[in-house]
């Protein structure tokens, strides 16, 4: 969304809200979220009742939105400027909002984008993997070993998508689970030397190495994408000046859709998430 669009959809909270209700309800067709019976009736207060099971329902009821009680100005507000890329702390002092709701409201996007933007289907073609540590700067060994650093897998499909997962371990195993659950049988992998990526080629992959201590390419045979993306990822994660290993995943899967979705309009992705219904909530 351009900037005079989005300041005539923040202009008022009426203007706001027609915007969020347009999202939640396609052609403002409301129906019972539980049973999705579309026998509904208006009751006061702005709410609904289903005629078929009785349950009563509101426009954001059941949906990402709903999981924090703030106005729709202010949702699309924080929207905005995590678009951006402001951290929690700056988008608190842009919108006059406690830093606790913020950081509330960037966790329920956060879940919302892995929710609702993750893709089943298998990368194929021409696929590279590697492995990245993240946990700061500490004193000691850097790299493959270091010390209370979480290891990230990381597959790229080149001119395609990213897909990266917080591991407990780099081991073989490992690696091999996580490709087979996410590459086609039949892509070139592209990996550096790491002996934890020999199996590959029994799986039916046909595997290419690039020796990084000779080149960091020889023709096709190279593992910059992937590279790129970590560099991509650890330059942003800086901003937080810190982030627990339990949100940790949540901020790492963020960094995959803004990456995946570079060309695309964030804001609109975003709204569309938090407007659809919590799987499992009601």
């Known amino acids: 969304m351009d900037i005079k669009s989005f300041e005539h959809t923040v202009k008022t909270e009426n203007i706001a809200r027609r915007f969020l209700v347009k999202e ?3 052609n403002y067709r409301r129906f019972c979220i539980r049973c999705y019976s579309n026998k509904i009736y208006r009751i006061a207060g702005k709410r609904y009742r ?3 099971c009785k349950y009563t329902f509101h426009d954001f009821s059941g949906r990402w939105i709903n999981l924090v009680q703030i106005t729709c100005r202010e949702w699309l507000w924080i929207i905005k400027l995590f678009e951006l890329e402001l951290s929690a702390r700056k988008i608190s002092q842009q919108i006059g909002l406690s830093y606790p709701t913020i950081l509330k409201a960037l966790t ?5 984008i892995i929710h609702n933007g993750q893709s089943d289907d298998l990368l194929d073609g021409e696929i590279e993997l590697d492995e990245a540590y993240f946990g700061g700067r500490r004193k000691g060994k850097r790299g493959r070993g270091a010390a209370n650093k979480t290891p990230v897998f990381g597959i790229l499909e ?5 897909k990266v997962d917080v591991v407990k371990d780099v081991s073989a195993k490992t690696i091999l689970n ?3 659950q996410t590459v086609r049988r039949g892509s070139i992998v592209y990996t550096d030397k790491f002996r934890g990526y020999d199996s590959l080629m029994f799986c039916g992959y046909r595997h290419l190495k690039i020796d990084h201590k000779r080149c960091f390419a020889s023709g096709k045979v190279y593992i910059n994408g992937i590279e790129g993306f970590w560099s991509f990822a ?11 290993k339990e949100k940790f995943p949540l901020y790492l899967k963020e960094l995959e859709f803004r990456y995946n979705n570079r ?3 964030i804001f609109n992705l975003i709204v569309k998430y938090i407007t659809n219904l919590v ?4």
Do not use: F, Y
């Not at 329920?108 to 919302?112: E, F, G, H």
């Not at 080149?158 to 990213?162: D, E, K, P």
């Open 50 to 52: 289903c005629k078929q």
């Open 178 to 180: 996580h490709t087979i």
């Open 279 to 282: 799987p499992n909530l009601l």
């Open 263 to 265: 060309r695309d309009s």
């Open 108 to 112: 329920v996007i956060r879940l919302a």
């Open 24 to 26: 939640c309800w396609k």
């Open 234 to 244: 650890k330059e942003r994660l800086m901003k937080h000046h810190g982030v627990s």
């Open 158 to 162: 080149r001119n395609g998508m990213v």
